[in-house]
């Protein structure tokens, strides 16, 4: 099939206007001016989108699909008190409402053009969601306890959930990893036994540095996350062992665990870190999700990024929980990500369009890893591709698609989703799973746990 359109963004090399791209099964054959294209391959089907831009589909480097039905429900608190309060509200959640949930986290993804995910989950519904619509994707298992004495357990269930997940899922398009749980809900020798499984090169992902409440119970002992409050939420009990203060940064402190020498790791948010940090981070091939809506709603902070670019680290961008963020919509994270850092640097520092759309495209394939197969239009690499459309009165006169697309665009203007050559969404989700029941089932979810 031959796609066309007034744009078509490669990402790894300039955009060409009235391109066109070739797709055969599930890959990119070839892309080029249309003209040429047309001469070339003159017995292919057709499909011309006018106005809009042709590029790879957003990779979501930090998502927690599964809490797609929270979103709303803790909103105009900071962070400490939005995770307590989410806690709580998911207590009251069953097998079969993290599997819903999730779901309705999947159809926004596909309809607001991300094709691949890296989502972090407990229970395995966001890799149900990913396999039933088609979406390409890291499905990290989050494994931890506060506990010593619970850590080989945690572990070894792990590992079995693991191999569980790696045999139901599409191994062309779905891997499976591991996360450890946050730092001030994790005994460090969870960090250790998960750098030794994932030695390998199986992907892991931790949030480090992501909040000062975080950032002071690293190295003070002192926060709302304080173990004794901890301990009292949880009901350990008193053989719950304190938390001695380790008077290190959350990067230093893990960097003791091992954890930073993984081949494949992912370190999701780093807001609270120095120029140290950032050095350990570079040395250690470490690459970042930066999530900037989240941060930002929650009063968590900006990250870095320029300091963090200038170190040769790897970026992308992230969504993070829709419990916090309220949507899945890659081009809001890349206009506020864009927005964010030019307020906070000076001219020196100055992100631009280009960069954004890279880090939400091919940037993002490098941080997992995946950029040999996906994240720009190269031919032999994987048909994730996406259809935006530039045509509404806002855009016109339209001549920079980058710009046009992170400034003046939404989640609503995406045309076509394709995944692996196949068609998830062009309006109207093509993939199996029934939307209505989905929604359904949403406002079911919402009505218990706003009682």
């Given at each position: 099939m031959l796609f066309f359109a007034r744009y078509v963004l490669p990402i790894s090399s300039p955009h060409i206007e009235n391109g066109a791209v070739l797709v055969k099964g599930d890959r990119i054959v070839d892309v080029g001016q249309a003209t040429e294209m047309k001469v070339r391959y003159p017995t292919e089907p057709r499909q011309d989108f006018g106005l809009a831009a042709i590029m790879p589909g957003f990779i979501d480097v930090h998502t927690h699909l599964e809490y797609s039905a929270m979103r709303g429900l803790v909103h105009d608190v900071p962070y400490s008190a939005w995770k307590q309060?989410?806690?709580?509200?998911?207590?009251?959640?069953?097998?079969?409402?993290?599997?819903?949930?999730?779901?309705?986290?999947?159809?926004?993804?596909?309809?607001?053009?991300?094709?691949?995910?890296?989502d972090i989950t407990r229970t395995g519904s966001s890799g149900h969601a990913a396999q039933a619509i088609g979406l390409r994707g890291i499905i990290y298992r989050e494994v931890g306890t506060m506990e010593r004495k619970l850590v080989p357990q945690a572990v070894a269930q792990a590992q079995e959930d693991v191999q569980a997940w790696s045999e139901t899922v599409d191994s062309d398009r779905l891997i499976i990893g591991y996360a450890p749980f946050s730092l001030f809900t994790c005994h460090p020798e969870i960090f250790l036994r998960v750098a030794e499984l994932c030695a390998d090169g199986t992907p892991a992902a931790c949030h480090i540095a992501g909040s000062s409440e975080e950032y002071d119970f690293v190295r003070y002992g002192s926060s709302p996350f304080s173990v004794h409050n901890t301990e009292l939420g949880a009901g350990y009990g008193i053989d719950m062992p304190p938390w001695l203060p380790t008077g290190v940064s959350p990067v230093r402190y893990l960097l003791n665990w091992q954890i930073l020498k993984v081949p494949n790791l992912l370190a999701i948010h780093c807001v609270h870190v120095d120029d140290s940090d950032i050095e350990i981070l570079a040395e250690h091939d470490v690459s970042v999700a930066y999530c900037p809506r989240c941060n930002a709603k929650l009063s968590m902070g900006i990250a870095p990024i320029g300091k963090m670019l200038r170190a040769g680290i790897r970026i992308g961008l992230g969504t993070d929980s829709p419990a916090a963020s309220d949507?899945?919509?890659?081009?809001?994270?890349?206009?506020?990500?864009?927005?964010?850092?030019?307020?906070?640097?000076?001219?020196?520092?100055?992100l631009d369009t280009d960069q954004m759309v890279y880090m939400a495209t091919l940037g993002a394939a490098r941080a997992l890893r995946l950029d040999d197969q996906i994240g720009s239009l190269d031919p032999g690499k994987k048909a994730d591709l996406i259809a935006i459309d530039l045509s509404a009165s806002h855009q016109a006169p339209t001549h920079y698609p980058n710009s046009a697309t992170v400034h003046t665009c939404n989640q609503d203007n995406i045309l076509m989703t394709m995944v692996n050559g196949r068609v998830l969404y062009d309006g109207e989700h093509q993939h199996g799973v029934d939307p209505e029941r989905v929604y359904a089932r949403a406002e079911e979810m919402r009505l218990k746990l706003r009682n």
């Open positions: 309060a989410l806690d709580e509200k998911e207590q009251l959640f069953t097998s079969q409402d993290w599997d819903d949930s999730a779901l309705l986290g999947g159809l926004e993804s596909v309809a607001s053009g991300i094709t691949t995910i890296a949507s899945m919509d890659p081009i809001a994270e890349m206009r506020i990500g864009l927005l964010l850092q030019r307020a906070v640097n000076d001219k020196h520092n100055f």
